[in-house]
T-cell receptor, first 115, second 116 residues
Framework: ETGVTQSPTHLIKTRGQQVTLRCSSQ?????VSWYQQALGQGPQFIFQ???????GRGNFPPRFSGLQFPNYSSELNVNALELDDSALYLC??????????????FGPGTRLTVT | GQQLNQSPQSMFIQEGEDVSMNCTSS?????WLWYKQDPGEGPVLLIA?????ELTSNGRLTAQFGITRKDSFLNISASIPSDVGIYFC????????????????FGKGTKLSVKP
């Protein structure tokens, strides 16, 4: 069974640029959630995708957007990067309606640094 | 954003000691989960709790879903060096209280370190 994978591992961008982060869900999982984890904090929910549609969103501005593909992989896009966007971005997959709905399994994360 | 209150923020352990930590909220939660995160890695799910009063074990770890539905506890018995890391509690409000399926709310974590 393949776990959740994310790419890239690390990324450095300049303020104002755009970034795309990628996530492959765990084998058999059809739901992907994205979280932002600032240093010394717990993860904060950004949004979730189920059946290629956004299925809930946290308190993040519209410049945070996402996609889910037919193979359940997902992308997180952030436009007009700000210094405060520097964080670890975590992707988590779950079984959606087919299993324990709130048990989410996390990938290793992408460390984004905005300068 | 909303966060759960975890305590203690940090603690030092000596091999063989039992460890306790807890998580509280002003809101009622439908589900409680406990995760462990090692440096440079994503959180790993340890235990999930779905019913008030539920007590669940995973090896040396035991967690409880508080009766009031506003708290949860995690105990680690006979700690070993690999228990070092950051432990997060996470809760879900459930669909009737505005919680979308993905919206886990996390505490700030309890950092476990080895006593010097």
């Amino acid at each position: 069974e393949t776990g959740v994978t994310q790419s890239p591992t690390h990324l450095i961008k300049t303020r104002g640029q755009q970034v795309t982060l990628r996530c492959s869900s765990q084998s058999g999982h059809n739901t992907v959630s994205w979280y932002q984890q600032a240093l010394g904090q717990g993860p904060q929910f950004i949004f979730q995708y189920y059946r290629e549609e956004e299925n809930g969103r946290g308190n993040f501005p519209p410049r945070f957007s996402g996609l889910q593909f037919p193979n359940y992989s997902s992308e997180l896009n952030v436009n007009a990067l700000e210094l405060d966007d520097s964080a670890l971005y975590l992707c988590a997959s779950s079984l959606g309606l087919a299993g324990p709905p709130y048990e989410q399994y996390f990938g290793p994360g992408t460390r984004l640094t905005v300068t | 954003g909303q966060q759960l209150n975890q305590s203690p923020q940090s603690m030092f352990i000596q091999e063989g000691e039992d460890v306790s930590m807890n998580c509280t909220s002003s809101s009622i939660f439908n589900t409680w989960l406990w995760y462990k995160q090692d440096p440079g890695e994503g959180p790993v799910l340890l235990i999930a709790l779905y019913k008030a009063g539920e007590l669940t074990s995973n090896g040396r770890l035991t967690a409880q879903f508080g009766i009031t539905r506003k708290d949860s506890f995690l105990n680690i018995s006979a700690s070993i060096p690999s228990d070092v890391g950051i432990y997060f509690c996470a809760g879900h409000l459930g669909p009737y209280y505005g919680g979308s399926q993905g919206n886990l709310i996390f505490g700030k974590g309890t950092k476990l370190s080895v006593k010097p």
